[in-house]
């Protein structure tokens, strides 16, 4: 085999920079703006909260240069050029047409909405006001699913047949409780599923049938689920959810003429082995940067889009996240629990 292609992503340094705002101090927020401001050139530059005081501490403890009261004062800034969206999913419609609306680019958490139809209302929100929307599955970012995308373009591994993926983690109630409320889009199929059935999108290409089974916590919201998504031409991927139980994180992706094989959770930076008949090769991340310091790389690439004009971003286009919502949205109805009368 020859060698891997090389990995094509935006530099973290040296291009363009965008003034950021977050909305939602929280934990993945607090992710987000660390690595951010230190590795790369971005500026962040505001932190609003509904709690004023929650935004000052946040701002205080990550380095952010103010604070404000409110998701609405923090778009109308005129100091905030993209805002990064960062609350709980039930959230994320609201606030990204909102910052839409006030004319600023926006990058909503993973994922985009509760519904397709959230995100659709992103989308045309962005639309009517000429910015970029996007959702930030920051995986799909990473030097590494660059050299995986390269590689199924130029048929390395021949037709994918078939990929798995295994996505989740234990959750404890106290650990996290808003993924146990069903209010606050709470459950696996919306925190971890987005990873697993994104990933089975982009290796099989479009769902064309989707079969799915799950199991629901005493709260309300689904805890584990497995599906299988048949696409064109019979391709099909096997998927696992949990947040009742450890998963591995792993994937592949399998074609007729070889495989790719991940050796590490795949939504973080990860080592992944590539199979064409006896040969294989490892493909290892020498960015230095691990776990959710890895979300660095999506706030450079949408700075990048913004600069080149573009309303959409090329890496994880907006339609992408549209149609992984829809596949969400089916399997949220395959295993939804019978209901009582």
Do not use: C
Request: hydrophobic residues 45%.
């Amino acid at each position: 085999m020859h060698a891997l292609p090389h990995a094509d992503v935006t530099p973290l340094r040296g291009g363009p920079t965008l003034r950021w705002g977050v909305i939602g101090p929280g934990g993945i927020a607090g992710d987000w703006v660390d690595t951010v401001l230190r590795n790369t050139g971005q500026r962040v530059v505001a932190v609003g909260s509904r709690s004023l005081e929650r935004a000052e501490r946040f701002a205080a403890e990550h380095g952010v240069e103010r604070a404000v009261g409110s998701p609405e004062a923090l778009v109308a800034d005129p100091e905030v050029d993209a805002v990064y969206v960062a609350t709980p999913h039930s959230e994320h419609r609201r606030l990204g047409v909102l910052a839409a609306d006030a004319g600023k680019h926006v990058l909503i958490e993973k994922p985009i909405g509760l519904t397709a139809d959230d995100a659709i209302a992103v989308r045309d929100a962005a639309r009517r006001a000429g910015v970029l929307a996007a959702e930030a599955m920051w995986t799909r970012y990473l030097p590494g699913f660059s050299v995986v995308a390269q590689l199924l373009q130029n048929g390395d591994i021949g037709d994918v047949r078939l990929a798995t993926a295994d996505i989740g983690w234990q959750v404890p109630r106290t650990a996290a409780p808003r993924l146990w409320d069903p209010a606050l889009g709470g459950g696996a199929l919306l925190d971890m599923g987005v990873y697993a059935f994104w990933f089975a999108r982009f290796a099989i290409g479009a769902a064309h049938r989707i079969e799915a089974v799950g199991s629901f916590a005493a709260e309300g919201v689904d805890d584990q689920l497995a599906a299988v998504v048949t696409g064109a031409d019979h391709r099909m991927a096997a998927v696992t959810v949990s947040m009742a139980a450890g998963n591995t994180g792993l994937g592949s992706i399998v074609g007729t003429g070889g495989a790719i094989r991940f050796l590490d959770p795949l939504v973080f930076p990860a080592r992944f082995a590539v199979r064409t008949g006896s040969d294989e090769q490892v493909w290892e991340d020498t960015s230095g940067l691990v776990l959710r310091e890895g979300l660095a790389w999506q706030s450079t690439a949408i700075a990048q889009a913004v600069a080149d004009g573009l309303t959409d971003s090329p890496v994880h286009p907006i339609e992408n996240a549209i149609e992984v919502m829809r596949m969400l949205d089916s399997v949220r109805d395959l295993i939804a629990p019978p209901t009582r009368e």
